[in-house]
Nanobody
């Protein structure tokens, strides 16, 4: 069955770094665009970063540009989110998403990121 398993979340001080990973199984990872979303308490889910299936194009929310980097390794069925210079406002549950337009849309269970001030 389809699985997206996130890991790498945790508690970090403001200014610190974390690297999230999302490992996929049960579908052809290399043909899916991958994204990271986040949801903070009391807010709507927001797109953080996205990467095309071959990794040739990325885009980021304005709030994370220059601090976060999304990447993928299609040989390992894994997408990453490197998060640097973390701020308390980055605190949220981060979700991995796999999407192939008009075909399928898969979500992971989420990983908590907490940034202390």
């Amino acid at each position: 069955q389809v699985q997206l398993v996130e890991s790498g979340g945790g508690l970090v001080q403001s200014g610190g770094s974390l690297r999230l990973s999302c490992t996929a199984s049960g579908f052809t990872f290399s043909i899916y665009a991958m994204s990271w979303y986040r949801r903070a308490p009391g807010t709507e889910r927001e797109l953080v970063a996205a990467i095309t299936s071959a990794g040739g194009s990325t885009n980021y929310a304005d709030s994370v540009k220059g601090r976060f980097t999304i990447s993928r390794d299609n040989a390992k069925n894994t997408v990453y989110l490197q998060m640097n210079s973390l701020k308390p406002e980055d605190t949220a549950v981060y979700y991995c998403n796999a999407r192939k337009r008009l075909i399928a849309d898969y979500w992971g269970q989420g990983t908590q990121v907490t940034v202390s001030s």
